[in-house]
């Protein structure tokens, strides 16, 4: 007989354990230190890795046009930080820098 309170019971533990398993899921990376650093990571961090941040290589206007995408995607910047948001990320993930080499999750090296 199919018992879905205990199907889904055992549908939380697993996905528990997956999140707390280091074999699957990799280290989200610091961002590097700065005035908005805290803001930054907790703004853009609630919807996706950090990782997504630190490979990207953009002009100023182009992390403009990304970070008002990101606010219109419904990303919380108090709009006093839409400057610092763009300044920061600008600065530290320029056209001109060489991408952060990401290591691949160990479940992918595994194959």
């Not at 996706?48 to 630190?54: E, F, P, S």
Request: hydrophobic share 45%; aromatic share 6%.
């Amino acid at each position: 007989m199919f018992k879905p309170k205990a199907f889904l019971q055992v549908l939380a533990i697993l996905a528990v354990l997956s999140l707390s398993n280091p074999l699957l899921r990799a280290q989200s990376p610091e961002l590097p230190s700065g005035a908005v650093q805290q803001k930054v990571a907790s703004s853009c961090t609630e919807c996706h890795d950090a990782r997504i941040i630190v490979q990207q290589r953009l002009s100023e206007t182009a992390w403009g046009k990304e970070v008002d995408k990101m606010i219109r995607w419904g990303a919380v910047v108090d709009p006093a930080d839409r400057g610092a948001f763009i300044e920061y990320l600008s600065a530290n993930f320029p056209p001109d820098k060489a991408p952060e080499a990401m290591p691949r999750a160990l479940a992918a090296k595994r194959r």
